[in-house]
């Protein structure tokens, strides 16, 4: 019995363990000690990447961590032929993403972190020097498994798109004159006025003439 509860409680503890395993993300940092860099001296990358790349298990969330300068180029493709021909002025913004911090001059420090989003092949190039770098072995491909998924901070939906608020209809504008609308009612309602007015100065004339008359007979 006390056997069969060990086992049991090994079991147990080893599949706590996988889970917590398996939840666990990794910061790769590309080509180990040696960064991303590439010698226009000798015409050679620091490292090489596709060894490099060989020797890691790559999973989704995991992210890739460029230690570089703003002399190399940081590109990630989903697209093979990118990839083969070091070039990315015909790839789209669907299959290909460029990385950098905006720096205009050479030599500046330059660290970029790239989350892993999509299983499979991804790929990975600089296209500096028009895509000398990327041919002298500046580049390297990895698979991307599924793992324990993306982690919440990464597995969010994108924004809606804006949407304009309704603009809403002015009010009518009545014309001030050449007989509009306003000049109308204004008109009508001093006309009704000098009507009641009109009437009653005869009324009262009448009630005076009646008075007067009844005085003399």
Request: with cysteine; glycine share 12%; proline share 6%.
């Amino acid at each position: 019995m006390e056997a069969s509860m060990a086992a049991f409680l090994t079991v147990i503890i080893s599949v706590l363990i996988g889970a917590a395993s398996a939840a666990t993300y990794t910061n790769h940092t590309v080509g180990g000690s040696s960064g991303w860099f590439f010698n226009a001296t000798t015409n050679t990358s620091s490292a090489n990447y596709s060894t490099w790349a060989a020797s890691q298990t790559f999973y989704l969330g995991d992210y890739l961590i460029f230690s570089t300068t703003t002399n190399q180029t940081v590109i990630q493709t989903y697209n093979s032929t990118t990839y083969i021909s070091c070039n990315a002025d015909e790839s789209s913004d669907n299959d290909t993403l460029i990385f950098n911090s905006g720096a205009t001059e050479f030599d500046q420090p330059l660290t970029i972190s790239i989350p892993l989003v999509k299983v499979g092949s991804n790929f990975f190039l600089s296209d500096a020097g028009d895509g000398a770098q990327c041919q002298q072995g500046m580049r390297f491909d990895i698979k991307v498994g599924q793992g324990s998924g993306l982690p919440p901070s990464l597995n969010q939906p994108p924004p809606p798109l804006y949407t304009p608020p309704p603009v809403a209809e002015p009010p009518p504008v009545f014309q001030g004159s050449g007989g509009g609308q306003g000049e109308r009612i204004h008109n009508g309602g001093r006309r009704v006025a000098n009507g009641v007015f009109g009437a009653a100065v005869i009324w009262l004339g009448l009630i005076y003439l009646g008075l007067g008359l009844g005085l003399i007979f």
